[in-house]
């Protein structure tokens, strides 16, 4: 069983950065391909980031481009959202989630990522 728990969010002004981390146990994380995604108060959950089991593919929705960074440790099992210019519009709970089964390439549907974590917050003033 594979548990996922999510840090790093909080408040910040417009502009300003944030990187939001999420640790992974159980299963072998190296093998999982990893997402990001948001849910906004009012609104349904959208993908916002993915990454490759190895590192080597990443893919973002094109609202986050040139200001959002997924990486990952493995060593760590660790997933990373690195979070720069942001904007009131980033304002949402942010869950990270892995995808054990069909887990090679990247993918921006939630359907198939398997575990979910708890979600940390994000607000952004303007």
């Known amino acids: 069983q594979v548990q996922l728990v999510e840090s790093g969010g909080g408040l910040v002004q417009a502009g300003g950065s944030l990187r939001l981390s999420c640790a992974a146990s159980?299963?072998?994380?190296?093998?999982?391909?990893m997402g990001w995604f948001r849910q906004a108060p009012g609104k349904e959950r959208e993908f916002v980031a993915t990454i490759s089991a190895n590192g080597g593919y990443t893919g973002y929705v094109d609202s986050v481009k040139g200001r959002f960074t997924i990486s990952r440790d493995n060593a760590e099992n660790t997933v990373y959202l690195e979070m720069n210019s942001l904007k009131p519009e980033d304002t949402a709970v942010y869950y990270c989630?892995?995808?054990?089964?069909?887990?090679?390439?990247?993918?921006?549907?939630?359907?198939?990522?398997?575990?979910w974590g708890q979600g940390t917050q994000v607000t952004v003033s303007s």
């Open positions: 159980g299963g072998i994380f190296s093998s999982y391909k």
């Open positions: 989630a892995a995808d054990t089964y069909r887990s090679w390439g990247i993918s921006r549907s939630e359907d198939e990522y398997e575990f």
